[in-house]
């Protein structure tokens, strides 16, 4: 059985990806981020490195380096890797986050990483330089087009809304209506409008974002569930 990180599935831009296969490493990926969740564990470092894939379609979460029990302390530290703030929610990128971190930044970081599934192309591409030294570079256009802002927040949320753009424009003919859908409901996970937060006015929300982080992500996999090719 072949196994491949994400990211190298996705730049081998391998023809003809049906959408099923594409749906199965969604869905995969969903479940296992829910399993996590629901050990009441954060990953805090989901993008393609860390998630590996096979032939069939099946996902795996690796890359623990950075997960801790959701009770435990978390550092305000960061850095300012853009390869890797590309998968963090605005509140969490640069090298001093504003935000503690909770369940609902991995459900962003899980949909950046789907829209990568869902268009087949990679948000970063891994080169050699002319002095033989690795690079990494951009990848699809619209993320190397934001704006070079020296506000790190106005630009934090200036990829959030490239983001949702792309998803919004793009998405729809590769996916369909549904699987946009939620892809731009993990991507707005923190907003005070996302429909998972405003959809259940029952369940009282903790300080640390753990109740809501577990129902979000028991209504992400409801929906790509139901999602069928």
């Known amino acids: 059985m072949n196994i491949h990180s994400l990211r190298g599935s996705l730049l081998r831009q391998t023809p003809g990806v049906s959408i099923s ?16 969740h629901s050990a009441s564990f954060v990953h805090k470092n ?30 305000m530290l960061g850095d300012a890797l853009w390869h890797e703030n ?56 619209e993320i190397a087009a934001v704006p070079k802002m020296r506000d790190e927040r106005k630009r934090a949320f200036g990829l959030k ?22 892809v731009i409901s993990c991507l707005s996970c923190l907003d005070k409008t996302s429909k998972f937060v405003n959809g259940d006015a029952t369940t009282e929300i903790v300080d640390d974002g753990i109740d809501l982080g577990a129902r979000y992500i028991q209504g992400v996999l409801s929906e790509i569930e139901d999602i069928s090719m």
């Open 21 to 36: 296969f594409r749906l199965a490493i969604a869905k995969s990926m969903a479940r296992a981020v829910i399993f996590l």
């Open 46 to 75: 989901i993008r393609p490195e860390t998630v590996l894939t096979t032939e069939s379609g099946s996902s795996y979460l690796v890359g623990f380096q950075k997960f801790r029990a959701t009770a435990s302390h978390t550092y």
């Open 86 to 141: 590309i998968y963090r929610h605005p509140t969490r990128q640069g090298v001093a986050p504003e935000d503690m971190y909770t369940m609902l930044h991995d459900v962003y970081s899980l949909g950046v990483c789907l829209l990568e599934v869902g268009l087949w192309s990679s948000f970063v591409q891994h080169v050699i330089g002319p002095n033989g030294e690795p690079l990494i570079l951009p990848g699809l256009l």
């Open 161 to 182: 809304r490239v983001l949702t753009e792309l998803a919004t424009s793009k998405l729809p003919s590769c996916m369909g209506d549904k699987y946009t859908s939620l």
